[in-house]
């Protein structure tokens, strides 16, 4: 547990704050033109790397759980409950 | 189970909530930045009704399915409509909003390359609602 609460503190401090921070106090100067265009367009890229990475990271993990695991595997090993009838109870 | 270890479990958690969280954040800057209005915008009113757009300028003048901007001006739309909802679309500069009844919506851009832009309807008004559109003229200010 101790170890995890070590990770949050290390994803505050690296990724949540410094994006809180960033995004309260960007674009408060008056009269500050902003190119609209260019703003919507590299943030709709920015969440498509995002859900693309998420998508390759998710479905790649999903096709190595199931070939690792698949029954054909030579590493594969029987669990304890197999052949005693114990899941069926 | 015992012996039973979860913590890919909960560093799966934080990643993705750190993940949302920087997809919110972003999205949410983003669009508090888009939303500021310049305070020397000129404001121009803009009304939808089936099937066309009137444009009003701040001198009075008004134009009908054209509208004429200067380059290197900030411009802020106050967009109506008369009859059904519409939905104000210039594409190459990416300004899109409602045109609703009895409301006025705004949104503002900053034309800066001189040229013809199609406007055109983005929200389905009836039967010539396909042809609902006008043009953008972007002309230099000197």
Not at chain 1, 65 to 89: H, V
Not at chain 2, 9 to 34: D, H, K, P, Q, S
Not at chain 2, 55 to 63: I, L, P, S, Y
Request: contains cysteine; glycine residues 8%.
């Amino acid at each position: 547990m101790r170890k995890i609460i070590g990770l949050y503190i290390v994803l505050l401090t690296l990724v949540i704050i410094p994006t809180i921070e960033y995004a309260f106090s960007a674009g408060d100067e008056p009269s500050e033109y902003i190119d609209r265009r260019a703003l919507i367009w590299n943030l709709f890229f920015r969440m498509m790397t995002v859900a693309f990475v998420v998508g390759a990271v998710v479905s790649g993990t999903l096709i190595w759980l199931i070939f690792r695991f698949r029954e054909s595997n030579p590493k594969a090993k029987p669990t304890k409950y197999e052949g005693t009838g114990g899941l069926d109870q | 189970m015992s012996g039973h270890s979860n913590w890919p479990e909960w560093v799966y958690i934080g990643v993705v909530v750190a993940l949302l969280v920087w997809v919110g954040a972003e999205a949410w800057n983003v669009e508090r930045i888009i939303e500021h209005i310049p305070e020397e915008a000129k404001v121009i009113k803009v009304t939808g009704q089936q099937w066309f757009w009137t444009f009003e300028h701040e001198d009075g003048t008004k134009e009908i399915g054209e509208l004429h901007v200067k380059k290197g001006i900030p411009y802020k739309f106050e967009i109506t409509s008369t009859d059904v909802i519409h939905s104000f679309n210039i594409h190459d500069y990416v300004v899109l909003m409602d045109a609703v009844p009895g409301r006025i919506n705004t949104v503002w851009f900053l034309p800066f390359d001189e040229g013809e832009y199609p406007i055109q309807c983005r929200e389905y008004c009836g039967l010539i609602h396909y042809n609902m559109r006008g043009t953008l003229y972007v002309e230099d200010d000197a």
